[in-house]
């Protein structure tokens, strides 16, 4: 009897503790599994962009859970009630503080202190931040102020063994987008509140402006802990936004729920599905949330989230139909369709695809002029995607334009390593040039003897200085001095340089030096000013640009060199980049981001960033060839046609490349992705391995096998048949000319 007794006090003890933990606490009881976790996201204004959108497809297909779009007036009205966890997505904290009001705002304070769970990014980060100037409606249940911010790119978080005890987040490094986000400096301790870091920036980023502004290297990126009997986690970055980083997001909702673990699945794309693309710009509002719960749960569509940056990148080009939804705001959808975008999406109407809009969207749709296709709402909307797609396919035709008498002839460097792939595209649809890709024996054998343009491009300019060899090396620097064009980007900028540390050998062609390593500053979008000789010779770049810069050199003055008239075309204007590492790097402002001129006989253009990434900055990619040879290839690109098949083509050794610009891009039954990835694996029927798979790429590619996939390996050496047998289910063919055949199978 008194054992019975110690027992149940024992068990009312265990219980009161697992309710009651604190933030040291690791492992915390698991819910009852039949009852479903009660998800509020908020949807209102404020909360926008892509990420409010991957907010609402992670929740509406997290496994036993059900979520439920909410707004100011509902958390007014005593929602948060009913829910176990509030999910406060990015956007604008201030916007989501005033519709919230502060009769909401004191809902969400109790919402938490009572025992709720609270996950937010970014924004939903701020918002819970000392109130500070323009943030002056903040809740300050985390004691943090505003530090340093600005900039857009991917940066290394560092996360701590608290991450990894109170959520389980194993210790180490993730690369997160960063957007805007805030850097979290302690400031005023919080009555009520027991909060800690779990992660710090282990990167720097100050790209876009010419202040000089307090390094945020080491500063807090993410914290957790409780608020009263509530658990709240918060990042400063967005790991919402990538597939890869949601084991954060499982991480903080275990975290705050006290359940052991959380899935959410991604259904695979079925061949013959739309592809829709959702423009997300603008905040949702509870209608439109719940129309996105619906796409990406019902499985009748392919849907991916679009916005303005996403558009001038050419993201209607990979998409069948777009919904322009009337969200709560409607504002930004002038600049994602009209301005700068309105002749991409008149085009995107031309060559047939469709533009559904509703409510205050289609109000802004009809003063553009676009031939956007207005209804009635969100039902409505959807009727009309299914009408849409029932339609018969339309009659398939090449993309090429034919051939101009005498095209000027360009080469381009073909390796696994490099990024050739945008400016690949450019030459081989424009009319006006005749495209080969290059090996490194080519070089070596007289292969330049029959090339006017030689475009080296990104990837690693030390491995393509010792693929050449010092004879394909001199070969290439003959080619320039006796009258050819180079066209050189990032590791081809590099190439062209003068040699500045030991073992990495370079052409010397220019006056200039790198000022760095470079190879761990990192990737993000930089301000670029050009000079006035810059803006003559690139014909209507302007006075400047942002383009994305990714581990390329920052130019510095070298050695004069004979024979040679080389100047700076275009200088950075954004002070430092550090996204992959802490360590500290030089500052890059004023140095030369863009070079060109005589070298011998031949001519010069040296591209330190990467204008070829984003279609917005293709013009200067076709100014700096029209620099070299006086003749722009014309803007013309390929589409997707309804109904091919969505591939990701791996390109790798020269095969591979004459097989993708030869064959594969000419037939309309495929889309193939741009760059060399080429997107999320759910939204693809297919991917083309042409180099040899590792164990990690193989996990990852079995998994998207056993969920619909088709993988095609391309195994022409004994190597590639050895690494193929990695690959379960895999369709391997031993010969380009089965691969098509393999796809349609």
Known sequence: MKTKKLMMIAAAVLAAFAGCVGPDAGNVAETAAEKP????????????????FRWLEITA??????????????????ALEAMDVLVMPGGSSVTEAKMLGKEGREKVKDFIRQGGGYVGTCAGCCLLMEPAGHHPDMLHLIPFKFGPSGGKADMSIAFNERATALAGIKKGKVSVRFSEGPVLLPSTPVEGANIE?????????????????????GCAAAVAGTYGKGRLFVFAVHPEFDVDDHFLLKGAFRYVTGRKEFEWDYPQRRRGQLVVGFMCDDSFGVETAKLVQRLVTNGEFD??????KAVESGGLRDVDAVLA????????????????????????????????AWGCAAEVAGKLNLGVTCVVDADAAFAALRAFAAEPLPVLHSPFPAKVAKPIRAGIYQDPKNSSISIARMLAVAPEYELKFLSPEDYVNGGLD????????????????????????????????????YYGVCAGAFMALQQSLPNRPRLGLAPFKGDDPAHYRGSAPIKVKFTEEG????????????????????????KPVADSDIKILGSYAGRKISTTSGKPVEDMLGKGAFAGGRAGKGKVFISCPHPEFEEANHDIVRSGIKYLTGVAPSPAYLNRTRGALSLRYRSSDKASAEFLFGTLLHDRR?????GKDGGAFEHLDAVVLTDKTNADEAKEMNAFIARGGRVVAVCDTPDKRKAAELLKGAVVVESYDKLIQALLK
């Open 61 to 78: 297909r997290m496994k036993g859970a059900v979520a439920t779009p909410v707004d100011g007036e509902a958390v007014r009205a005593g």
């Open 325 to 356: 939804p009337a969200g709560a705001g409607a504002n930004m959808l002038k600049a994602s369709l009209g301005g700068d975008n309105a002749g991409r999406a008149k085009e995107f109407i031309a060559r047939g695809g469709r533009i559904f």
């Open 303 to 308: 849907v991916v989230p679009l916005n303005k």
């Open 197 to 217: 870091v779990v992660a710090t920036y282990d990167s720097d980023l100050n790209s876009m402006s010419e202040k000089e502004r307090p390094s945020r290297a």
């Open 670 to 674: 495929f889309h193939v992705y741009p």
């Open 37 to 52: 976790l009660r998800v509020a996201v908020f949807v209102d204004k404020g909360a926008r962009n892509i990420g409010a």
């Open 535 to 558: 803006q003559k010779a690139l014909e209507g770049v302007g006075k400047s640009r942002t383009v994305v810069y990714a581990g390329g050199p920052a130019l510095v003055p070298g």
């Open 450 to 485: 029959s090339i006017d343009l030689v475009v080296q491009p990104g990837g690693g300019c030390t491995s393509q200085y010792n693929a050449l060899g010092e004879k394909g090396a001199e070969a290439l620097r003959r080619f320039v001095l006796n009258g050819g064009k």
